[in-house]
Each structure stands twice: as C-alpha cells, then as structure tokens.
C-alpha cells in the first residue's frame, strides 16, 4: 500500500539517527546561550524586496537563495522576512541544536527539520495540519486548548474524522488506532490545560510510528526550556509564542518545527497561499524577548514549585494540580521528560465555584500582584477560571469528563517573586 506521506520513511530514518535522544534537555547554559544570542537584526518592517534584475527575480521564485538566506525569504513579506527568518533560526537551536549537531557529525547534506513562524500559535496549528490532511484523514486529539479543540471540529465538516481521547492514557491512545486505519495524525498538549496531566511522549511515539501517523506536540505550556519534544520522539512540534517566548504578552505569535521536505513543500505551499504569516515587527519582538525566557522561565518555575507546596498545605485548598509535586500522578514522568515542573498551578478552592470567584475577583483589582486575565508565560501572574474562559467552547459534557469542573482556577506565575505571590493569594483565600 502506498504510503500516506511520501516522505514518510527517509523522514523517519533521520528522526532516528538525528532526533531521538537519550538526553532530554539541552543544557542550560548552552540553552541561555542560544537564546541570547548575537546577530539581531534590525527590523525590516516592509512587504517586498526589491531583485538586482530580472534573472533574480526569476531565481529567486525558483528558491534560489544567492545570499544564503532562506528560499523564498526575499521576494515579499508573506512568503518570508530577515525578522520572521532570525526567529525561525532561534527556534530551531533551541528545539534542534542536537540534532544539527548530530547531522553534521554525520555529514548529512540534506537538512531535517524546517521551521515557520506564524502570526499566532492557533494559525501555526490550523495551517500545519491544513497543509496535509484529506478527505477521508482521521486524526487523534487529546485534551487541548478550547480554540484548538473548536479548530478540530470545525474540520469534520471536509470530511476529517476527529476522535478525541485521553492521551494520559497509553491504552485508549492504543485502542484508538487498533480501532481506525486512517489515523494521519496525533495533536496533543503536555502538560495539558488545564489539569496539568502529562502524556507519555516517548511512549505515544511509539503508537503513533507504528501506525505511519504524524505526532504533532504542542509545546506551549512548556517551551523549548522545559521539553524538547524531538528528543522524545515527537513529529512536528507547536508553540504559540504568545506565551513564554514573548513573555510579556505583548504580541501574537506562534511556530511551527517539523520535517524538512513536508515543511519545505507542501507547508510552504499552505504558509504562502493562506496568509498566516506575522509582521516582520512582532517577529522582532519576539527575537527581543526570547533572548532572557531561560532565566525567566528559571525564575517562574522555581516560583511556581514553592506556591504549589504552599498551597497543597493551604486548608482553604481541597485539590492541586501540579506536575513537579510529589503528589501529582505524572510526578515520575514529569523528572523524565521535562526540566521541572513548569510554571502554572491549577487548583481548586474550598467552597468550589463562589469561593473561586471571589478569590479571581481579588485578583482583579488593581492594587494586587496579578491579573485575572487569560494567557500565560508572562512575568505578570494571571489568575483565569477555565470552565467560562479558555475551555468555554469545550461542550459541558465532554469539559466535565475531561476534569474540568466549575471550580478549577488556573494560575499562571510570573516573575513577581514568591513571598509577593503567597502572601497575596494567602490574603485572598482568606476573603472566603
Ligand atoms: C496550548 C496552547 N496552544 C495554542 C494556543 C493558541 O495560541 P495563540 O493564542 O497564540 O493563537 C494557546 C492559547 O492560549 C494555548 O494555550
């Protein structure tokens, strides 16, 4: 039988000797390094770029890159920009320097991975998935972000079969594909939102190889400082960067890393003919702002793990949701696949949904330390109630069934120190 993707096998080849890894994170030095790195360019805030001749021009519609840069990155801003082109470069070390390595070692000529940015994490996911799915595909989703999931079903109406399961379980994920033959792909997010349950990355790789389906993560909750998903097996990896890459929710963004000769072909295609590309300004920004996410990232982490000890011991908490306590289901899985325990806590009030309102509602006004306000990764603390926000548009039925009660609060932390934080939200509690 034919192959679903062409390039599935030399793809899967590379992955092998390139990708996986016994090592899961880069170190963090190395890591720093990379993120602040040298070579920002000024911003080229302009939609087209003018050609030394007619032969350039021509050349450089065929992909031909004289000055090095990336094919079809210097004919008009939609297609690509020196700003969108230095971040897709940041990016790729951070989730792939082992990989560049390895292939150099290796004298690889053909490169592996490619990489998009995209105007937002939501358009990076709708366009990489849009850019190989057919009438007829099925693809497998685990608990994800609400915009996500109503992508996902908004794709049934082309014929795209969508079967939602509990990717923290490695035998529904098993069954799923034992029970459908035209699984294309797999989206999941780990942690996930908002219950911080993590998903077996390396296992579910496994299932997903076996069955010739492309593992798409989502990596937002975590960045490439706290999980590198390549190493574990994963497909394609997604950021939006609206999150901890920006870090002080100042732009839209999002990414996209995957295999080259989809991501230089048919992707190219879709990033071209619909649009999703950002402006050479937020790209700017974000090259700007990415350069201190791993001592940001360090310092919210470090944050979020003494406030989760904190509140596990708060009697005004009946139930926490934090994957780098010892408590947490995925505590073991957590030390395995990612640098700590990240920074967002999920947990519920005595009192349930009233006494989580008025603990948001303290946080909303101004002269506390944080916002009630969605999104997350910023070095401002955002406190949100997802059941009537981010998974609003998750059907009851199915929010319930996946954990998300009426009375689960989501706490996003920020760099504002940890004796700020406790003592506000141990304030706040106390309002109940
Ligand atoms: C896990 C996850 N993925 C994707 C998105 C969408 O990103 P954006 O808002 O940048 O489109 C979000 C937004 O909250 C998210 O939390």
Not at 261 to 290: H, M, Q, R, V
Request: negative net charge; proline residues 5%; aromatic residues 10%.
């Amino acid at each position: 039988m034919a192959k679903r993707f062409e390039w599935w096998d030399s793809w899967i080849e590379k992955k092998h000797k390139y990708a996986t890894t016994d090592e899961v994170q880069m170190n963090e030095d190395i890591f720093n390094a990379v993120c602040s790195g040298t070579g920002l360019p000024n911003i080229s805030q302009k939609s087209t770029f003018k050609f030394n001749d007619v032969a350039d021009g021509a050349n450089r519609f065929l992909g031909m890159s004289p000055s090095g840069e990336k094919p079809f990155a210097r004919i008009y801003t939609r297609l690509g920009n020196p700003n969108t082109e230095y971040l897709e470069k940041v990016l790729f070390q951070l989730e792939c320097q082992h990989i560049i390595d390895n292939a150099l070692a290796a004298d690889e000529t053909e490169p592996t991975i490619g990489a998009f940015v995209f105007a937002s994490g939501m358009a990076a996911i709708s366009t990489t998935i849009m850019g190989f799915i057919q009438p007829g595909d099925a693809i497998v989703v685990g608990n994800v972000y609400g915009c996500t999931d109503s992508f996902m079903r908004y794709l049934q109406k082309f014929g795209i079969a969508i079967h939602f399961v509990d990717a923290t379980k490695l035998d529904e994920v098993q069954a799923v594909f034992d029970k459908h033959d035209n699984i294309c792909a797999m989206l999941l997010e780990t942690p996930d939102n908002p219950t911080l349950n993590l998903c077996d990355i390396k296992a579910i790789s496994k299932i997903t190889e076996a069955n010739e389906a492309l593992f798409i993560v989502d990596n937002t909750f975590c960045s490439p400082y706290l999980q590198q998903p390549f190493r574990l097996g994963a497909d394609i990896v997604i950021h939006s960067l609206t999150k901890y890459v920006n870090g002080h929710s100042a732009s839209i963004a999002g990414a996209a890393l995957g295999p080259y000769e989809y991501f230089s072909n048919e992707l190219f295609f879709a990033y071209k003919d619909f649009g999703p590309t950002p402006s050479p300004f937020d790209s700017w920004l974000n090259s700007l702002c990415i350069q201190d996410m791993g001592i940001r990232m360090e310092a919210q982490c470090k944050t979020a793990y003494k406030l989760a000890q904190f509140l596990e011991a708060h009697p005004k908490i009946t139930k926490i949701w934090y994957p780098g306590l010892e408590s947490h289901p995925h505590y073991t899985l957590c030390k395995k696949q990612m640098r700590s325990g990240g920074g967002m806590i999920t947990f519920e009030v005595e009192g349930g949904l009233e006494a989580g309102e008025r603990l948001m509602n303290f946080f909303a006004r101004p002269d506390t330390p944080m916002e009630l306000a969605v999104s997350l990764g910023s070095v401002i603390s955002y406190i949100e109630h997802p059941a009537s926000m981010t998974h609003s548009v998750v059907p009851e039925e199915e929010r319930l069934q996946r954990g998300i009660s009426n009375s689960l609060v989501r706490l996003s932390v920020g760099t504002e120190g940890f004796t700020v934080l406790r003592d506000a939200l141990d304030y706040g509690l106390s309002l109940n």
